[in-house]
Structures are given as C-alpha cells and as structure tokens.
C-alpha cells in the first residue's frame, strides 16, 4: 500500500507499507506514565509527532515564522497555553479562516514562547491586529507578536516552505528546551480543519525493491514530483518495515529507479 501527500509547487511525499504486515512491537500492559520502557515510548511518540507536525505545516505551505513572547518571565506551560488559545480566539474573531499550528519554545531565561507558520503575505492593518491581540490577551504578562520574512535570494516558495517546516519540527525533539516533558504535557496544537492531501493506492510490488521502485514511479509519474531522498527501516527494527521518500532534502545517491510495475 502506498501513501502520497502532494502539498503542491513540487512538494510531495510519499511511503510503501505492506498490507499485511507482520505484528507490531507489542508492549508491556503498564498504567499510563509507568512502563519500563517509557524511554523507547517516548522515542516513537516524537517520531509521529514529527511526521504529523510536518504534514500539517506543508499542508500550509508556509512563506514566514510568527512568533509570541512574554515581556514577564512566563515559565508555566499550562499558563502559557491558555494565553495562547485565547490569542488564537481574538484573532480568529476578524479572521477566522486562518489556520494556526503552535509550537512551543524555553527560551534560554525561562520564559516560554510559541511559534507557528504564516502561510502568504500579511498586510500592515493585519499585522498591526496580531500584535493587537497578543497584546490584549496576555494581560499582565506583555505579550508581544513579531513576524520574520527571513527568506534568502534565489530560495523558491518550496525551499523556503520546507525550511520553516524544519526549524518548527526540531523543537518537538527539544522537549521544549533541556526540561523533560511532563506526561500528558502538549507538543504542538493544530487546528482541526487542517487536511493533509492524501492519497492511497494498492502496487503490485512483491519485494522491497520493487515497492521502492514504484514508490518511486507514483511520485514522479502521476504526482509530477522529482524525488531526491529514499529511506528504508531496518528489517531488526521493533516495527513493521516501511519505505518513504520524498521530493526534497540532501539528494541521495541510492534512489531506486523509477520503474513502474
């Protein structure tokens, strides 16, 4: 079974998996927060989380980073993210078609900050209302909104796209600076109306090469992508083995060809 995410301009993604594939790494049955092996745990959860963050945020195809601060040094996430819904809330009462995937940050004093994509160009009057409103729902802590356009020449809409998406993601490895995250504790949040474009197909593919090259042949067949980066797990690995590729990133110098099968 293949899987292709087409965010468009280029951008396409995609992964082979088997459709029956064998068990799944199964677990000890422990209380939530208690397994021995929270650690691994831990390890897969930032994995997905990463793979869904980017999806979402590709999804968006972002052209700039905006970003909320605390004049006080704010250092209670719960605090943190209830100033932050409620700046979402203000904004989305002028625009409520924008779309917001918030991360959070420590920064090196303390204090927390958060953030997110911008997809297209913000006008003055716009901007001028976020920082209205990040002003006005911080309250006592002074909150302030600023916007970073730092795109360098000759880097396309794509480029600087996937370069937003890996400067947000990074943090979800950080666990929000050196502190450990708390169980239960967000790592981003993203509004629901968000939809990856998504598309599934069976291949007739009967070893691991031969899915690898027709991974390969839908992205740059019917998605009219140009795949530059191939990875394959391990077949040691606790988890059912996967293919994934995708039309950015280093080049790799072992692509599988495209051959359709």
């Avoid at 459709?19 to 422990?30: D, K, L, Y």
């Avoid at 209830?82 to 004093?109: C, G, S, W, Y």
């Avoid at 839908?218 to 040691?236: A, C, M, N, R």
């Avoid at 059912?240 to 790799?252: H, I, L, Q």
């Amino acid at each position: 079974m293949a899987t292709i995410y087409d965010y468009g301009n280029g951008l396409v993604e995609g992964s082979w998996t088997s459709i029956r594939p064998e068990p799944r790494w199964v677990g000890e049955n422990a209380k939530r927060g208690e397994s021995r092996n929270r650690e691994q745990n831990e390890l897969f959860a930032i994995r997905r989380a990463k793979t869904n963050a980017r999806r979402l945020i590709l999804t968006l195809r972002p052209t700039s980073l905006g970003t909320t601060t605390f004049r006080e040094n704010l250092t209670d996430p719960r605090t943190a993210w209830r100033v932050m819904d409620k700046f979402i809330r203000f904004v989305h009462k002028r625009f409520p078609d924008d779309k917001f995937i918030a991360f959070p940050e420590l920064q090196e004093r303390g204090a927390l900050h958060f953030h997110f994509p911008i997809a297209g160009w913000m006008p003055k009057q716009k901007l001028r209302y976020y920082h209205d409103c990040s002003r006005k729902d911080s309250g006592k802590y002074g909150g302030t909104f600023n916007v970073s356009w730092n795109r360098k020449a000759g880097v396309s809409d794509a480029e600087n796209s996937v370069k937003i998406c890996n400067y947000l993601t990074k943090y979800l490895s950080k666990r929000m600076g050196q502190s450990p995250r708390q169980l239960g504790e967000h790592r981003y949040r993203a509004s629901k109306d968000i939809k990856p474009p998504r598309t599934k197909c069976f291949m007739d593919a009967q070893s691991l090469s031969r899915a690898a090259e027709g991974l390969v042949a839908l992205i740059e067949g019917s998605h009219k992508g140009v795949v530059t980066y191939y990875f394959q797990s391990s077949p040691d690995s606790p988890v059912p083995v996967f293919g994934w590729a995708c039309t950015w990133g280093r080049p790799s110098g072992a692509l599988p060809p495209p051959v359709i099968a």
